[in-house]
């Protein structure tokens, strides 16, 4: 292994580390939403929230290269508020929240969606209001779903490669992930460089999907109750 | 229209896209053989040639791919022939403020993105960086640039604003929608640039490639290459 190999493959961990990190309010906010909310155009968010997933990552980062492009709508605020996005690092940064958001708010869900019902309203005849019930109950009960949401999501970041070289491109020390650098290996006959990347993120990618299922299976013990600690106290009045 | 030969596919540098598509549906007309074309980066489908693609004929941008293939001993005998020749040119977004007249007006501080073919492969790229090289620019302008993976991506993304400047062939301008030419390199500049081709030895239909190649290199091929802004170079007996 390079320095070169070293810094690429440090880059992109840092970067999808970053990513998940923003990946995760409003992936949590939106698989709430999903499973407990009734409204209105549900089934549309539901829809939007999953299109990177199935989107050719390319379309996603044409949409995004179009939006936030210096001729596009939001390129233009960007450019007046200072904020150069395309082709740096933050390019890089959104590619890979974008596309991995999909799967944390899935996961996330799916884990929102296991929990019984009766803790959460437990908590609210004891006084609880809805933030409170959400951040001692809901969340930490769905704790597990959600960790393993944010593992795909980080695993997803991590490879992400049709948005990244179409809104942060391929500039050395700058924007190049593993997987675009390994691509451009690829181009140029340096097989050899391209095989340790190749295995650097089969390591990593197979930690993270290995940690990643283990944690989604439910675990039994906190799905027949929350630990007494983790239910709110009612307040005396 | 006559009866139709078995088709020809040609593997064909990018920047020849659309003065090929032009010359295949009037080859196809006249000699009723169908052309398909697969277009890329050279160092793209020279790589895809030296593993395995099986292609008819391969029309590069540069010697140093066709290079790669004939040591590959992939080439048939006695076709390699030099179809082309072609010019940089420094295209500039199309809200550049400031004229940019010559290669040193890249040295400037506010060109801060320049938008290449990889110039560790792609033609287009590698060309570009011996004209830098050339004019002493090269220290200078190599942190701007960002590399793509097709001398046509530079272009796209002068194009759309997100590069101040790009530097590709002057017969790429005219598929510019926003971006404006800004000059053309002198011959003396740029080292010369030449797009050899030949038919491959494992072309599945080898007498037609030959035909369509021979073909080329007749005046009625002749004509569009050049108002597509190609040079014809002279023919060697």
Known sequence: MTAEHLQIIQFTVLVALAATALMLPPGIALAWLLARGRFRGKALLETVVTLPLVLPPVATGFILLRLLGRRGPFGAVLERGGVDLIFTWKAVLLAMTVMGLPLVVRTARAGFEQITRRYEQMAATLGAGPWRVFFTISLPLASRAVLAGALLGFSRALGEFGATIVIAGNIPGETRTIAVAMFGYLETGRDDDATVLLLASLAISFASVWLSNQLAQPARRTRAAPRASALPRARPR | ?237
């Open chain 2, 1 to 237: 229209m006559g009866v139709e030969g078995a088709p020809v596919l040609v593997s064909a540098a990018v920047s020849l896209s659309a003065a090929l598509e032009e010359l295949g549906s009037q080859y196809t007309r006249a000699a009723g053989v169908p052309v398909r074309f697969n277009f890329a980066a050279s160092n793209i489908l020279a790589r895809q040639i030296v593993e395995g693609a099986a292609v008819d004929a391969f029309i590069s941008a540069d010697e140093a791919q066709m290079g790669l293939v004939a040591d590959a001993g992939l080439l048939e005998a006695g076709t390699r022939v030099v179809l082309l020749t072609n010019r940089l040119a420094v295209v500039t977004r199309g809200d550049w403020p400031r004229p940019l007249r010559q290669l040193a007006d890249l040295g400037g501080q506010d060109v801060r993105r320049i938008a290449v073919g990889d110039p560790a492969a792609v033609p287009a790229g590698v060309y570009a960086r011996q004209a830098l090289e050339r004019a002493g620019l090269w220290s200078i302008v190599e942190p701007r640039l960002v590399p793509t993976v097709s001398v046509r991506a530079a272009l796209a993304a002068a194009d759309e604003g997100n590069a101040d400047a790009a530097i590709v062939y002057r017969t790429d301008v005219a598929a510019a929608r926003h971006a404006r030419l800004a000059f053309v390199l002198a011959p003396r500049e740029a080292p010369p640039i030449v797009y050899p081709a030949a038919v491959m030895t494992r072309a599945p239909n080898a007498p037609a490639a030959r035909a369509w190649l021979q073909w080329l290199r007749g005046p009625t091929a002749r004509a569009t290459f050049e108002r597509h802004g190609f040079g014809v170079p002279a023919r060697t007996p």
